[in-house]
């Protein structure tokens, strides 16, 4: 199944097992620059899970500007490190690749870390030099060093980082470099310094070894920055240079295009891969598609028409390490697929406070392969999962794969909850669709499903059950309000009609936002309305991007800082500071979010009964579906 996805790639000495690439993402799982044995895991389980090709994380070429949380391999104290990661894909039957990187502004994250920018540049507010002629060279030469160890570390490739703002790029692109000296000006001055960068690497490493290079595109939203024919004219200038392989990357860290690099579901699969064709066909060198590539059946297509010649997965991975093999077989009915929801691999990389490292909404085990293990149980049990939402359904799973007995109580007639509901709104039919899969997924495994079967204190008196979970979830909250022309989001997203042209939506979290893109898709005038200093504080970094870009493009109307304060004649009375006003609608839909149910009656009568239990989800508190698959997994490995 899928042949060319499975046909083998060669380039030089490089020979993968298929056409797959796990891409060269940035996990947080080092530790002071340094190969984790949790990094060393997370690689090799996706090795064995079939990829052709890992390419590890950007690993920094220049010690006084590598950030603490970014793998280094700026010095030979990280070989061993960088050689155990090697033997352990290589022991999979994976190749092993590295990314080699100067991260010129992104290093600002660690305020010890030296920013190094082609010309004087404002970051976070401080002004930071350009950097000098000196040492511009002393960066060319950390490059062929960098090069030099990660031979003696073991890798088959390298891959050259010259995409997303980072020096590489910075100095490549007009919209980023200004210098007046032979740095800058023309492509071919301002291609100097990643030209002589290539040239470093190819000089340190086997004649037969390949080197790979990461490019955007073209810039997108940066004024001044490169098209895709200065692209294709550098491209072929790092041909010369020693570059064998083009992996065409997309988006920058300083403007919108940010969300093209990490792209969420907004955006649709494979995006950027006319670009990726248009770039191999006018160089003739073989290249990787990226972009959003999620199902063994995009990617299939893409090489089937020859627009590239990999293709990375990456997401894909994160959310199924044995995403490769599972295709590979045509067991794709078992594939847990990305959703592009950004939540744990983007959000959870950024949000340094709030997370350890990378996760992922569909895979609690990223970065936990070595700890989170599950296994067998010794105490066999009989378990009720009450609710057959996500975190229910993860649960559940999780207890039959540890050899238990599980029985989930939906008192509705599907399965998948508010994850079904999500997938309602515009250009979110991959989280509908893969709630419905999730369910089909518990059923094979062994799970008991019960459908419109609320559970109650006369189940618990009928039937034995060893423990509980709880997980029925939450319900979204009305505000008191009810009339014809009055309105529930979740109502709306599952496809309630809405009479009237003008319509208010209470509430500009990701739920109001949502519906209000809906009825503003179809011919509503809509505004939102939000109390808080701005809307959409749930939505990370990509998606805030795209819904907030949508809505301005169908008209969407956001008032923040603007309090709902009553229905009138004609419409709301709206609060913004000490003013009160009206605002004219035919019809309000309340978004503002949801409370869980009360499960006091039911928690008593287990209590009563002696049965242990446990609740998860938005049970707890309302959160994201993040939270809720976490705690069903770590419920059911720890029953």
Excluded at 501 to 524: F, Q, T
Aim: proline share 4%; hydrophobic share 40%; with cysteine.
């Amino acid at each position: 199944m899928f042949p060319k996805l499975f046909e083998p790639f060669s380039v030089r000495s490089l020979t993968t097992r298929n056409r797959i690439v796990m891409p060269a993402m940035g996990t947080r799982m080092c530790d002071e620059r340094a190969v984790t044995d949790k990094l060393v895991e997370y690689h090799r389980v996706r090795a064995a899970g079939g990829v052709g090709l890992s390419i590890v994380e950007v690993s920094a070429v220049h010690a006084p500007s590598s950030p603490n949380c970014f793998l280094s391999i700026a010095e030979d104290r990280f070989i061993e490190g960088h050689k155990r990661l090697t033997d352990a894909i290589h022991a999979e039957g994976g190749r092993a690749g590295v990314q080699l990187w100067q991260g010129s502004i992104a290093v600002a994250m660690d305020p010890a870390a030296q920013i190094l920018v082609p010309n004087e540049m404002t970051v976070h507010g401080f002004t930071v030099p350009g950097i000098t002629v000196d040492q511009i060279h002393e960066i060319i030469d950390c490059y062929g060093a960098a090069a030099a160890r990660c031979v003696e570390a073991g890798y088959d490739c390298i891959e050259f980082h010259c995409a997303h703002n980072y020096l590489p790029h910075s100095f490549l692109s007009a919209g980023l470099n200004h210098r007046d000296d032979e740095w800058g000006g023309s492509l071919e001055n301002r291609a100097k310094f990643p030209l002589a960068c290539i040239r470093a690497i190819r000089e340190n490493i086997p004649e037969d070894m390949p080197l790979f290079m990461r490019i955007g595109a073209h810039d997108d939203c940066l004024e001044g920055g490169m098209t895709i024919e200065d692209t294709i004219e550098f491209c072929k200038m790092a041909r010369e240079a020693g570059v064998d392989v083009l992996d065409i990357s997309r988006g920058n860290i300083i403007t919108a295009a940010n969300a093209l690099e990490v792209p969420p579901i907004d955006l649709v699969p494979g995006f950027n891969i006319d670009n990726a064709a248009r770039i191999r066909r006018e160089t003739g060198m073989p290249t990787i598609g990226v972009g959003r590539i999620n199902t063994p059946q995009v990617a299939e297509k893409i090489l089937e028409e020859d627009q590239v010649d990999l293709v990375v997965m990456g997401r894909a991975q994160l959310a199924d390490p044995d995403f490769c093999n599972k295709a590979r077989e045509g067991r794709t009915d078992s594939i847990v697929y990305c959703v592009g929801c950004d939540q744990g691999c983007l959000d959870g990389f950024a949000d340094i406070r709030n997370f350890e490292h990378i996760t992922c909404l569909r895979n609690p085990l990223v970065g936990h392969e070595l700890d989170w293990k599950v296994e067998e149980a010794d105490d066999r049990k009989r378990i009720a999962v009450v609710g057959g939402g996500v975190a229910g359904l993860m649960a559940a799973e999780t207890l039959v794969a540890r050899g238990h007995e599980a029985v989930v109580f939906e008192a509705s007639d599907r399965l998948g909850g508010q994850f079904v509901t999500a997938g309602k709104a515009p250009g979110k039919r991959e989280m509908e669709l893969a709630a419905s899969l999730m369910g089909e997924q518990a059923r094979r495994c062994g799970v008991e499903i019960r459908l419109e079967t609320p559970f109650t204190p006369e189940t618990i008196a009928e039937e034995h059950f060893d423990r509980v979970i709880l997980a029925n979830g939450a319900a979204p909250i009305t505000m008191g309000l009810s009339g014809a022309n009055i309105h529930v989001a979740h109502d709306v997203l599952e496809g309630e009609q809405v009479e009237g042209e003008r319509v208010i939506v209470i509430g500009g979290g990701l739920v109001g936002l949502e519906v209000a893109d809906a009825l503003a898709s179809a011919g509503k005038q809509v505004t939102v309305l939000e109390m808080a200093e701005r809307a959409g504080a749930d939505l990370g970094s990509a998606r805030a991007t795209c819904v907030f870009g949508k809505l301005a493009k169908l008209g969407v109307e956001i008032e923040a800082s603007t309090a709902f304060d009553g229905i009138t004649e004609s419409g709301v009375r709206v609060k913004s500071g000490e003013d009160t006003r009206e605002l004219a609608c035919d019809a309000v839909v309340v978004a503002v979010g949801s409370r869980a149910r009360n499960n006091d009656e039911l928690v008593a009568a287990l209590d009563a009964a002696g049965i242990p239990h446990c609740s998860v989800g938005d049970v707890e508190r309302p959160r994201r579906a993040l939270d809720a698959i976490r705690e069903g997994f770590l419920a059911g490995r720890e029953a």
